[in-house]
């Protein structure tokens, strides 16, 4: 049973930084990639950053770039992405994600339950 655990999101300020965690457990976790994705209210939910097996290649939404950096340990098992200068418009539920392909674009396995993210003007 493989399980994603989000946490470090939370409520901040216009400008601020937040730095999600995720937790991977139940298959190879240095085998695949692993991205995050955001879904606002209303909307439908949207791609924000991925990260290749090695973490050699990384990939990032046009809106966030300069501003986010996605990471991962394979030995820990774990991904992270630091959100810096963070806008209004980046409030959104975030959601690990695993799967196939760069971006996961051929398809998400598995989904973590989300981490609210709410920036304040």
């Known amino acids: 049973q493989v399980q994603l655990v989000e946490s470090g999101g939370g409520l901040v300020q216009a400008g601020g930084s937040l730095r999600l965690s995720c937790a991977a457990s139940?298959?190879?976790?240095?085998?695949?990639?692993m991205g995050w994705f955001r879904q606002a209210p209303g909307k439908e939910r949207e791609f924000v950053s991925a990260?290749?097996?090695?973490?050699?290649?990384?990939y990032y939404t046009d809106s966030v770039k300069g501003r986010f950096t996605i990471s991962r340990d394979n030995a820990k098992e774990m991904i992270w992405l630091q959100m810096n200068n963070l806008k209004p418009e980046d409030t959104a539920v975030y959601f690990c994600?695993?799967?196939?392909?760069?971006?996961?674009?051929?398809?998400?396995?598995?989904w973590g339950q989300g981490t609210q993210v709410t920036v304040s003007s």
């Open positions: 139940g298959r190879a976790f240095s085998v695949y990639p």
């Open positions: 990260i290749s097996s090695s973490g050699g290649m990384t």
């Open positions: 994600a695993t799967g196939r392909g760069p971006k996961l674009a051929n398809g998400v396995d598995y």
